[in-house]
Nanobody, 121 residues
Framework: QVQLVESGGGLVQPGGSLRLSCAAS????????MGWYRQGPGKQRELVAD???????NYANSVKGRFTISRDNVKNTVYLQMNSLKPEDTAVYYC???????????????WGQGTQVTVSS
């Protein structure tokens, strides 16, 4: 069994910052790409940022220059530092991981339960 658990969401004023964390635990052999997605009210889930095991990053245009994704491969944790937050960043943020549970298996996609981020004055 593999679990992804997010933390760090909350209410913040426009222009403020938050740092999200997502820790993977359970039967893990290797974690490949990890990423953050979000789903705003009445919107489809969209990619915010992802990061390869080697540290190559990719960002949605809407968050470039404001958000930074990073990971700690020892702790099996991915982070999302969010600065200069805007009301349109309000969404449930989900962690995603491409995880291999044993050397024999292929990798599978896992999701966290989501954490709410609300940007409002």
């Amino acid at each position: 069994q593999v679990q992804l658990v997010e933390s760090g969401g909350g209410l913040v004023q426009p222009g403020g910052s938050l740092r999200l964390s997502c820790a993977a635990s359970g039967n893990i052999f290797t974690i490949y790409a990890m990423g953050w997605y979000r789903q705003g009210p009445g919107k489809q889930r969209e990619l915010v940022a992802d990061i390869s095991r080697g540290g190559t990053t990719n960002y949605a245009n809407s968050v470039k220059g404001r958000f930074t994704i990073s990971r700690d491969n020892v702790k099996n944790t991915v982070y999302l530092q969010m600065n200069s937050l805007k009301p349109e960043d309000t969404a449930v943020y989900y962690c995603n991981g491409d995880i291999k549970r044993s050397w024999m298996d292929g990798s599978h996609n896992y999701w966290g339960q989501g954490t709410q981020v609300t940007v409002s004055s």
